[in-house]
């Protein structure tokens, strides 16, 4: 009853933490007419007063972001980021073999036959085959033409706007291959109008200007021509090579005047989706959006911009920068972490071996030794004894272990600094992480706790949890777009908690509940761990601040595990039934909170479980299943091998150290349960692989490894106490007692704490058995 009663913090947080909505933004008026100008490769670098005065004007007065032009491949090349807007979902047009690629090129030119047969429409034939492709070979169930589906009549100016206006069978309702020098009549013709722009595909600065004029003045036509109320959406649909970058989305019309752009598949201000800009055109009209069809959501005006265009455009811009660079740096940290935790991994071992030195032998004139005592003596002397390694060695290894497991918590904290702005970006991230590591470690090393068993670890733990939670309070800031966070280039996550993050969270909170519970008696272990875990929960699931329902519950599976046994003991099946009644109870809270927001405000539970209820349920886990797929060859997966190496084949080996760390303490045996728990359900639940074991691992296996070798190298502590300390009385045995004691349970084992070579327990002081680190009784 205690467990159960001790799992009631994580159903008020739960309760708390998704109860509370934020208000509705008021909608902007419905406009009669829509045009979407689309320029494939336009990035906010490009935009300029002298270069586009057009869109510069037009921005100034409108509303401006960032838009990820994520469809179903990456990258995402001219054709399908046309056929992505047409569907309201990630979609990919391949239609036919495209033309083999120049060198260096990932778009090559793609041949799009439109045929004319009565000189006002137009018609393509490759549009079934592109619809039957994403509803049959792709996961993500777009509708090529479903945009155009939902209006009675659209206009097409240009190719690409072809793609994206016909309708599944291929039809274009008017269609023109350039704008007409008459262009007002044409745009008012239809409620609906997509216009191609041109690429900006250019690499060389001089080249990209000149097609960037050529956009704005394209634009400049059709700003002239516009009908009176419309609003006007220009974009950079897609990348033109494999530089996938941020690109430019602007809305100019009534109700979207100087603000930020902003969608609830975002979250956050500034930022928009490519598969956005479809219910934005829908629900501007005041027309119903299709069920089950589009996987944006509409576009809304937020306050806040600055009021000059030059500080606003910087914002974006600067975004783009950081995206760019984070994605060319995140894979070689991650890399390097890997290898120095697989080397630490390799030094590790042979001290794990060495730690536990062997007795000296015991010497004797009993004669219950008689002759074979003898002989034994004679043997042990003989044999050859494993040298001794240096204590500057050990101590050395102990300060890189905690560096290793710092380098995440390192990597967040130094995108405070703008390393990306200059010439040499990685030079100066590698600087600022490796000052701020050695920062983190200083103080993790000088402090008095580091000489106790778990005093690294307790600190270590104490330090992630802090920093993850404090950019989690503050808006995860330097998550967004940074090497140990997530980028809005990939689509998956804007705001939020994200799968390195959740992975390092998890970890040191169950850790810091595991090494305050060993501090206070048994029967409040519970308590302590369901307490610090529902603050936790609170600050994963909140939709106001990590936004990561799955995380949540991932994380309150590992906190009634670890509750569970925190007292010690095995898992049995009555607090396995506890642990999981608990943890079905807030998932069920999660669940029905998460089901009872609008669609737009979902987290990926409610829309998981909307797409169970609404028969969809296979496509979401077949997209979780091929995300989870994609994920393993991150160097996050190498990570999570090399940790579960190490912990399988060397610390859970009779020589590792780990059982005897859990012996002695049991709270940090049901935090270990508990983050082992909480890293599988996270990365099966949310499509992320082996991510979130890990960030897990990073941080959890070099903590283990250092604890290890503390408790081994106590139990090999050879230092006798006093013979009769003068304040406490020792114990002597009445009879004869074996040269080897027997340890004493690990329930007791927990209660003491070393001293010396002893051992104090409550006022009385044992001598330390020199072979194993029990106590003589």
């Not at 204590?391 to 390393?419: F, G, K, M, T």
């Not at 996270?682 to 990073?698: E, K, N, P, R, W």
């Amino acid at each position: 009853m205690r467990r159960w009663v001790a799992a009631v913090p994580l159903v008020l947080a739960s309760l708390s933490g998704s109860a509370a909505q934020a208000a509705p933004a008021s909608p902007a008026p419905t406009v009669d007419y829509v045009i979407v100008a689309g320029v494939p490769g336009l990035r906010w670098e490009d935009v300029s007063p002298q270069t586009t005065p057009t869109l510069w004007a037009m921005a100034e007065r409108g509303s401006i972001a960032s838009l990820s032009v994520q469809s179903a491949d990456q990258p995402t090349c001219p054709l399908d980021g046309w056929v992505t807007l047409g569907a309201g979902n990630r979609a990919l047009w391949s239609a036919a073999p495209p033309a083999p690629p120049s060198p260096g090129v990932a778009c090559p030119d793609v041949p799009v036959e439109v045929e004319r047969p009565d000189g006002i429409g137009a018609f393509l034939p490759d549009q079934r085959n592109v619809v039957r492709h994403n509803q049959g070979q792709l996961p993500y169930g777009a509708v090529p033409g479903a945009l155009a589906e939902s209006v009675r009549c659209t206009v097409a100016v240009g190719t690409g706007a072809a793609v994206a206006a016909a309708r599944p069978f291929g039809r274009v309702d008017r269609y023109e291959p350039r704008l007409p020098q008459n262009a007002a009549e044409l745009l008012d013709d239809c409620v609906l109008t997509m216009v191609d722009a041109g690429a900006v595909a250019a690499t060389e600065p001089a080249a990209r200007r000149a097609q960037a004029r050529a956009a704005d003045a394209l634009l400049a036509r059709v700003l002239a021509a516009r009908p009176t109320d419309s609003l006007v959406i220009v974009a950079g649909l897609s990348d033109t090579d494999d530089s996938r970058r941020l690109h430019v989305v602007v809305a100019d019309g009534p109700g979207w005047e100087r603000g930020w752009l902003t969608s609830a598949s975002t979250g956050r201000d500034g930022y928009l989706q490519l598969v956005d800009l479809a219910p934005t055109a829908l629900t501007a009209m005041g027309r119903a959006l299709p069920e089950k069809v589009f996987a944006g959501q509409p576009a809304r005006m937020v306050p806040g911009r600055p009021d000059k265009l030059d500080a606003a455009v910087t914002q974006p811009a600067d975004a783009d920068r950081e995206a760019g660079a984070q994605r060319r740096i995140a894979t070689w940290f991650f890399g390097v972490l890997a290898a120095v935790q697989f080397a630490l991994a390799v030094a590790v071992v042979p001290l794990l071996r060495r730690a536990r030195m062997p007795a000296a032998p015991v010497e004797s004139s009993s004669p219950r030794f008689g002759f074979h005592g003898l002989v034994r003596k004679a043997s042990r002397a003989a044999r050859p004894q494993p040298l001794a390694v240096p204590r500057p060695v050990v101590n050395l290894i102990e300060v890189l272990l905690v560096a290793s497991a710092l380098a995440i918590p390192a990597a967040l904290v130094a995108d405070a600094v703008p390393w990306w702005r200059t010439d040499h970006p990685g030079l100066l991230f590698t600087a600022v992480t490796l000052a701020l590591l050695a920062a983190g470690t200083a103080a993790v090393r000088l402090t008095p706790a580091y000489r106790q068993t778990l005093g690294p670890l307790a600190m270590v733990a104490a330090i992630a949890a802090v920093v993850i939670a404090a950019d989690v309070l503050t808006g995860a800031r330097l998550q967004l777009n940074g090497v140990a966070g997530y980028s809005a280039l990939t689509g998956g996550r804007y705001a939020g908690l994200g799968r390195v993050g959740l992975g390092v969270f998890v970890a040191g909170t169950l850790l810091v509940a595991g090494c305050l519970a060993q501090k206070v008696r048994r029967t409040w272990r519970p308590w302590v761990v369901g307490t610090v875990g529902a603050a936790g929960v609170l600050l994963a699931g909140s939709p106001y601040l990590g936004a990561d329902a799955v995380g949540a519950i991932a994380l309150t599976a590992g906190v009634g595990i670890a509750a569970a046994i925190s007292t010690g003991g095995w898992l049995t099946f009555s607090r396995l039934a506890w642990a999981t009644l608990a943890g079905l109870v807030v998932t069920a809270v999660f669940a029905v909170l998460d089901l009872s927001r609008p669609d737009a405000e979902r987290d990926r539970l409610g829309r998981f479980l909307g797409a169970l209820g609404d028969g969809t349920g296979g496509r979401a886990v077949q997209r979780a299943a091929a995300s989870s797929v994609g994920a393993l060859d991150s160097p996050l997966t190498v990570l999570a091998v090399v940790g579960a190496v190490l912990v399988w084949f060397a610390l859970l080996r009779p020589w590792g150290g780990l059982k005897r760390l859990f012996g002695i303490y049991p709270a940090i045996r049901a935090a270990m349960a508990g983050i082992a728990t909480a890293a599988v359900i996270g990365g099966v639940l949310g499509g992320s692989g082996l991510d979130v074991a890990g960030a897990v691992a990073a941080l959890t296996v070099p903590m283990a490894a250092l604890a290890s070798l503390r408790v081994l190298d106590h139990a090999s502590d050879r230092t006798q106490p006093p013979a009769d300390p003068p304040t406490a009385q020792v114990v002597r045995p009445a009879a004869p007692e074996p040269a080897e004691a027997a340890p004493t349970p690990a329930a007791d084992s927990d209660q003491r704490h070393e001293q010396g070579g002893g051992v104090r327990l409550a006022a009385k002081v044992l001598p330390w058995n020199p072979v194993d680190g029990a106590i003589n009784t």
